[in-house]
């Protein structure tokens, strides 16, 4: 398989700034439907399986679930931001850093499960919540510039299906059998 392939399962992000309703309200469906995707994605998975990369030179599957419970925090805190203060200027973190800590590395998975799960609830309540002229509001990335709640929203929405996709992908091809059930 292409390493363009495996490293973009879902292809790579597209930015949209501005959203209709319909495209909003899907992307919300989507990060609703998210933990439960990623819950199944890891289903039964080994301690060995968990810590094996996607990708050569590529995360494990144990780090790629931290990584998106640590990655949908910040996401959360940037849309209560966003929607509190006047184009605040966001803190980014080190996703590739983050990774490498002891407990990105070894936690159980069903840790980051539950934290995944739970912030989902609270983030797609809130943001269903929100009127549709607010989602123009915006945080500033220091690096990456000015983002919308909008393009926020289709980024988190994308970024969660690609992390997801990383997995079920590896899955497929060690044919890893997606029937077991994941322990605590």
Known sequence: MPMEQLRYPI??????????????????????????????AVAGLSDSELDTPYRPEGWTVRQVVHHLADADLNGYIRTKQALTEKEPVIAPFDEEAWSELTDARTAPVALSLILHDQLHRRWTMLLRATPAADFARAYRHPANGLWTLDSALSFFAWHNLHHIAHITSLRERNGWNAERIIGD
């Open 11 to 40: 292809g790579p992000f597209k930015r949209q700034d501005s959203l209709d309703e319909q495209t909003r309200f899907g992307y919300i469906a989507s990060l609703e439907e998210a933990p439960g995707r990623l819950r199944e």
